[in-house]
């Protein structure tokens, strides 16, 4: 069993940046595919960008690209998403997951690992 746990959430205002970050209690964190979903109220959770394990390979959703960037620390167990010129439309619980293969880990139905979320504001 792997647990996450998210922190860095709040709120801001729209221009403004953000870093979460998520610790994975996992003795072998490089082994897992990492990524970060959102999710609005009354919206599915959606996919927001995703690192392998050697974190040499990214993947990001359209509406991200550009502003945000994910990252991680395998000696700290540490996953990080870096959003810099936040959006209202950016405001949504951010969750951390984590599955062992790259391919299913940006597909929210196969993750087998969630954290708990934090949340982020955006106001105009």
């Known amino acids: 069993q792997v647990q996450l746990v998210e922190s860095g959430g709040g709120s801001v205002q729209s221009g403004d940046s953000l870093t979460l970050s998520c610790i994975s209690s996992s003795r072998s964190f490089l082994s897992y595919g990492m990524a970060w979903f959102r999710q609005a109220p009354g919206k599915e959770r959606e996919f927001v960008a995703a690192?392998?394990?050697?974190?040499?390979?990214?993947s990001y959703d359209d509406s991200v690209k550009g502003r945000f960037t994910i990252s991680r620390d395998n000696a700290k167990n540490t996953l990080f998403l870096q959003m810099n010129n936040l959006k209202p439309e950016d405001s949504a619980i951010y969750y951390c997951?984590?599955?062992?293969?790259?391919?299913?880990?940006?597909?929210?139905?196969?993750?087998?690992?969630w954290g708990q979320g934090t949340q982020v504001t955006v106001s105009a």
């Open positions: 690192i392998t394990g050697n974190g040499r390979i990214t």
């Open positions: 997951a984590a599955d062992p293969a790259y391919v299913r880990v940006s597909v929210a139905a196969s993750v087998q690992y």
